[in-house]
């Protein structure tokens, strides 16, 4: 028997961080259901301290999820989830994504740079390079062709 996972990242501001790696993997994040919040309330199984509202909407606060596009309504959709922490970053990341940016990803590096990411370092091995880079949050990350 298989199982899906989901990969959760901390964050100190979910629901921005989950805007910014939805633009940047060509994602989006995953609608919110402000009729369902608010039964939540109505019925004291949430408070509104629970709550908050992002780009005009009320959503949960602390945490967003992004997904491809044409998975939103699967329930075995890929699916990253930003959730808050009250402790910061401290150390480099044990684990990390590559992103697949394509041929041009010297490109790649300048536009998500002029995002709020930032450059670490040029690797390689062989022949293969990728780029290090953090994203707003100090999040590593590499960018492969």
């Known amino acids: 028997m298989s199982h899906r ?5 901390d ?14 993997l060509d994602w989006v994040v995953e609608p919110s259901d402000p009729a369902f ?8 199984r949430a408070t509104e301290a629970d709550t908050t509202t992002h780009g005009g909407q009320l959503v949960w606060r602390g945490a967003a999820a992004i997904c491809p596009a044409d998975q939103v309504e ?17 150390v480099k ?8 940016m394509g041929d041009d990803f010297a490109t790649a590096r300048e536009t ?13 091995q062989g022949p293969f390079t ?13 960018v492969t062709p």
């Open 74 to 90: 699967r329930p075995d959709r890929l699916r990253i989830l930003f959730q808050d922490v009250p402790e910061a970053k401290t």
């Open 5 to 9: 996972i989901q990969i959760v990242m």
């Open 112 to 124: 998500l740079e002029a995002r709020g990411a930032a450059y670490v370092d040029t690797r390689s």
């Open 37 to 44: 919040i608010r039964s939540m309330i109505e019925q004291g």
């Open 11 to 24: 964050t100190r501001d979910a629901h921005t961080l989950a805007d910014w790696w939805a633009d940047t």
């Open 130 to 142: 990728w780029h290090v880079m953090t994203d707003p949050e100090g999040n590593e990350f590499c």
């Open 93 to 100: 990341n044990r684990l990390h994504w590559d992103v697949r």
